[in-house]
Nanobody, 122 residues
């Protein structure tokens, strides 16, 4: 069992930056791939980034590539996403989730946080 809590969301202007954190409790954190997803009102949930258990592999959606950086600190049971050059279309609720495999498919993520709101004003 893994519990996830996101933090770091907020309101920022276009071009600004935010750093989201995902704090985990539970066992064997380093065995889980952690993914970040986002969902805007009226839209489907979108997978934006993920990082493998020991941090050796990462993935970014084209929509965030070059602007978002995912990292993890297994000693602190935490995963982060640094978001730079934010755009209004990045506005969404951001969720972190844990999976046993390196996958972008929502169905493979067994544990989810409750989300943190990111709003980018134009």
């Amino acid at each position: 069992q893994v519990q996830l809590v996101e933090s770091g969301g907020g309101l920022v202007q276009t071009g600004g930056s935010l750093k989201l954190s995902c704090a985990a409790s539970g066992r064997a954190f380093s065995t889980y791939t952690i993914g970040w997803f986002r969902q805007a009102p009226g839209k489907e949930r979108e997978h934006v980034a993920r990082i493998s258990g020991r941090g050796g592999s990462t993935y970014y959606a084209d929509s965030v590539k070059g602007r978002f950086t995912i990292s993890r600190d297994n000693a602190k049971n935490s995963v982060y996403v640094q978001m730079n050059n934010l755009k209004p279309e990045d506005t969404a609720v951001y969720y972190c989730a844990a999976a046993g495999i390196f996958s972008g498919a929502t169905k493979n993520y067994d544990y989810w946080g409750r989300g943190t709101q990111v709003t980018v004003s134009s």
